[in-house]
């Protein structure tokens, strides 16, 4: 079995802001784009154009609706790719040393070359972060663009994940999550950052921003959840111009 590093000598990893995740999939698609062309190429689709399309997806966005205990409903997109946790049962799994912790940024990556395909990682990751190629008989997974964030041949700005790089709404983070002055900690330390799945122990180093309760503004007020009808042949202003003065007051 393989052996995770005792300390790393730092912890990249990506926050996610579930606040203003808009469930757009740019960063899946550009994820799969980027990859389909770099270190872990090809990544395989499985009938893309048929019935049911699938295929090896790093990135993958699930969408869900939640009602707090006020009965307001809300809206949560959840993107799901490996945490690189710190101590990554993926990898303690590994028969063959394939699956491996690097020591010094704390990625946690696959080397193809030794991989013989088994699935115990799959099975190990709580997350179900790891991605079968079926046609290439290997386990695939985030590498967090290894390739592209060490790349001085690119601005020092575009030396990012592509997911973050492409995200519109600026809902992903990245940088060292092991120094608690970097942007990254900060910002995860300001909102409440938390990690996905706690009690599985595995100590993951992406985290997650929760979403932000919805209200109108005023105390103790519900969002509306409808327009109240309003007579059109009442002198004054009309229904929207009503309703927005009713917000707005």
Not at 41 to 47: E, K, R
Not at 92 to 112: F, H, M, Q, W
Not at 216 to 240: F, S
Request: proline share 7%.
């Amino acid at each position: 079995m393989t052996s995770l590093p005792e300390t790393t000598g730092k912890k990249l990893g990506l926050v996610v802001d579930l606040d203003i995740c808009v469930g757009c999939h740019a960063c899946a698609v550009n994820c799969k784009e980027w990859n389909a062309g770099a270190k872990s190429a090809p990544l395989t689709d499985y009938d893309p154009y048929g019935k049911k399309p699938d295929g090896v997806w790093f990135n993958r966005v699930h969408t869900y609706e939640t009602t707090d205990e006020a009965g307001r409903g809300q809206t949560v997109h959840f993107p799901r790719s490996c945490l690189h946790c710190e101590d990554a049962p993926c990898v303690t799994v590994c028969p063959t040393g394939a699956s491996y912790k690097r020591e010094e940024d704390g990625i946690v990556l696959v080397n193809e070359d030794i991989c013989i395909g088994c699935k115990l990682c799959s099975w190990a990751c709580p997350y179900g972060a790891r991605e079968y190629d079926e046609n290439q008989g290997v386990m695939k997974k985030c590498t967090l663009c290894v390739d592209k964030i060490y790349n001085e041949n690119l601005p020092e700005e575009s030396r990012v994940p592509a997911c973050v790089s492409t995200c519109p709404a600026g809902a992903r983070s990245f940088g060292d999550l092991g120094d608690p002055d970097s942007e990254v900690s900060r910002l995860v330390a300001a909102r409440g950052g938390y990690d996905l799945m706690p009690e599985q122990q595995t100590k993951p180093v992406n985290k997650y921003l929760p979403p932000r309760p919805r209200q109108d503004g005023r105390e103790g007020a519900k969002a509306p959840r409808m327009l109240d009808h309003v007579d059109e042949t009442t002198e004054g202003a009309g229904l929207i111009a009503r309703w927005v003065d009713k917000i707005l007051s």
